[in-house]
């Protein structure tokens, strides 16, 4: 009964802060019903889990699809899409644009874990949902997959390629940017090398700066598209190889099922650290 009483309170507590912006009617997901104990969206996406077919990344025993990054793509490109629009329109020059995204979405996202802010152990934003408290407010709050959402839609808004990647207990952005001299490391995605990590859940993390214990793990990396919401087969997620820059050798992925495993029975994607959450 508390269980359902939590989801209850969080629907009234997003729908609130929605229906406070103009954004309500390009935003579908101002509505919310719970299911059995769990949140769900509009789009009969579960926000409050990540693994299986209508979890928000689709996490299977073999795969993972971000799906909620769908959610602010394509026909629903909305808010955060625009954002990354508008800041491709005023730098010209790709490198520029792509640190001013990593710094837009910094410095208006504070870190907060879903306990605080939602009283539920998980609970996952889409882009246009943090963009509208932006909007309304100048600052957003989320963990590492809201602003690793949020960063990718943004990208895409910019001109970018761009990709989800987890790992153990994590979540990150990458963006396709081969000419990146200040990236610590390339990711090499399906082949293609050129891929920079891009984490701005940290206050002092520059684009292109790989945590060192993300060096030598094993990540699986999904490049975002306009893809439908709903998918009959989830396609499959490519292990990332890590490549250093300056001469450095491969840093090679561990097996791509062992890191599904391991995310199927996690119920958290978040860094292991105490929240730094700005009073508002």
């Not at 208006?108 to 996952?124: K, L, M």
């Not at 790989?210 to 975002?224: K, M, N, S, T």
């Not at 300056?246 to 992925?253: I, M, N, Y």
Request: proline letters at 4%; one cysteine or more.
């Amino acid at each position: 009964m508390k269980r359902i009483e939590l989801l209850l309170s969080l629907m009234l507590i997003m729908s609130a802060g929605l229906a406070a912006t103009n954004y309500v009617s390009a935003t579908p997901s101002a509505s919310f019903h719970e299911v059995n104990g769990e949140l769900f969206d509009d789009w009969e996406i579960c926000r409050t889990r990540a693994a299986g077919e209508d979890g928000f990344y689709q996490v299977t025993e073999t795969t993972f699809r971000p799906v909620i990054a769908f959610e602010s793509l394509g026909e629903n490109a909305d808010l955060a899409y625009s954002f990354g629009e508008q800041i491709g329109q005023k730098y010209t020059d790709r490198i520029q644009r792509a640190e001013a995204i990593f710094r837009f979405v910094q410095s208006r996202v504070g870190y907060a874990t879903d306990v605080d802010q939602f009283r539920c152990e998980e609970f996952a934003q889409n882009a246009d949902e943090l963009a509208t408290a932006i909007s309304q407010d100048g600052v957003s709050y989320g963990d590492c997959e809201d602003s690793a959402v949020l960063l990718a839609v943004m990208y895409k808004g910019a001109g970018y390629r761009s990709a989800i990647a987890i790992g153990d207990g994590h979540t990150a952005a990458l963006v396709y940017l081969p000419d990146y001299k200040r990236a610590t490391m390339f990711f090499k995605l399906g082949g293609e090398l050129g891929w920079v990590w891009a984490e701005a859940t940290g206050r002092n993390n520059s684009l292109g700066a790989v945590p060192r214990e993300f060096i030598d793990a094993g990540l699986a990396a999904y490049e975002v598209s306009a893809e439908p919401i709903i998918s009959s087969k989830v396609p499959t997620a490519l292990p990332a190889a890590a490549i250093q820059t300056g001469g450095g050798t491969s840093a090679q992925p561990f097996p791509f099922f062992g890191i599904i495993g391991l995310l199927w029975f996690m119920s958290l994607f978040r860094r292991r650290r105490r929240p730094r959450r700005t009073k508002r």
